[in-house]
């Protein structure tokens, strides 16, 4: 079916950032529970062999892609301007419609960073005695922080979903619209992670014919064929957890996995056929073997 834009409109904080393999996860569990376990095995059946059926980016600020993680200069930037250096690095959004421009000019396109869309703030919470109503005295009182994620009003998302066919756009559409109506991550029941969401456009995007390919959201390229010398990424290493039915099942907790953030430049040997780059991964959960982590990532192609 190919490539899908859904562009929501934040209604609250988020606690959880909205990546696209935590977003998988969510969606995965949301199939469950409206779909049926048999419907998300029959999409799963494939998925560490190369054959997902749907793959989720990001949320990305509307009209905007991340920049790539790539030394300045590939970007056009004076190498010997300390002055600068700083200041560019904010520059952390390229415009949708300059996305064909070569990578050396961007330079002078893109913008300044996530601040401009959204505002993060800790705030300091305490656990609560239920019975009492009060925090409790001495080890009783045990505060902790959450990370808060506010967008400016009337600020969109744009989320990028590949489908092979085996899920419709109207059926992805309202399972979007299931997630953002019960909220999306960490502190979901008390009113975070909550959106609306426009039903989704369809993208005509044709990978062939580039070398170079950006990606919207974290991926895992080990062991992949690649031009490494052309590549460029951070990594990080997602910590994650299993959510909704399965925090009770006394091993909520997954193995570490190593992954290269968004925002990677990727040259592969054998450019895709699909707009996607990595692989499925598995082993990721000791109490679910079953479990799978996306480690896809829709992919971009731009020109250097």
């Known amino acids: 079916m190919g490539l899908i834009r859904f562009r ?29 376990e048999k419907t998300l095995s029959e999409l799963l059946a494939g998925y560490t062999e190369g054959k997902p059926a749907f793959i989720v980016s990001d949320a990305l600020p509307a009209g905007f892609m991340p920049r790539p993680a790539a030394p300045a200069r590939v970007f056009g930037f004076a190498r010997n301007d300390p002055q600068n250096r700083k200041q560019t690095k904010r520059l952390r959004w390229q415009p949708v419609d300059q996305l064909n421009r070569p990578v050396a000019q961007w330079s002078q396109t893109l913008t300044t960073g996530e601040a401009d869309f959204s505002r993060t703030q800790v705030r300091t919470h305490n656990s609560l005695n239920r019975l009492t109503l009060t ?28 489908s092979d066919g085996r899920l419709n756009a109207d059926t992805l559409y309202s399972l979007l619209i299931l997630i953002g109506e019960t909220g999306f991550g960490k502190e979901a029941s008390t009113g975070a992670g909550r959106f609306n969401v426009a039903p989704g456009e369809h993208l005509s995007f044709e990978p062939t014919g580039y070398r170079h390919f950006l990606t919207l959201g974290p991926c895992a ?5 690649w031009h490494s010398a052309e590549c460029y990424y951070n990594t990080f290493v997602r910590f994650g957890r299993h959510g909704d039915q399965a925090v009770h099942c006394g091993k909520p907790f997954k193995n570490p996995v190593l992954l ?11 450019p895709p056929a699909k707009p996607w780059l990595g692989q499925g ?14 480690g896809y990532s829709i992919a971009l192609g731009v020109t250097l």
Not at 136 to 153: I, L, Q
Not at 221 to 225: D, E, S
Request: contains cysteine; charged residues 15%.
């Open 135 to 162: 925090t409790g005295k001495g080890a009783g009182f045990s505060p902790f922080d959450r990370t808060e994620t506010w967008h400016r009003p009337g600020e969109t998302l744009d989320v990028y979903l590949w």
């Open 260 to 270: 290269a953030d968004t925002g990677a430049l990727l040259c592969p040997v054998k």
């Open 8 to 36: 929501l409109t934040p209604l609250s904080y988020f606690h959880t950032p909205m990546k696209g393999d935590t977003l998988f996860g969510q969606l995965c569990w949301t199939i469950r529970n409206h779909l049926g």
């Open 221 to 225: 390229p080990q062991g992949l064929a």
């Open 281 to 294: 991964l598995i082993g990721v959960s000791p109490a679910l073997p079953e479990t799978v982590h996306q």
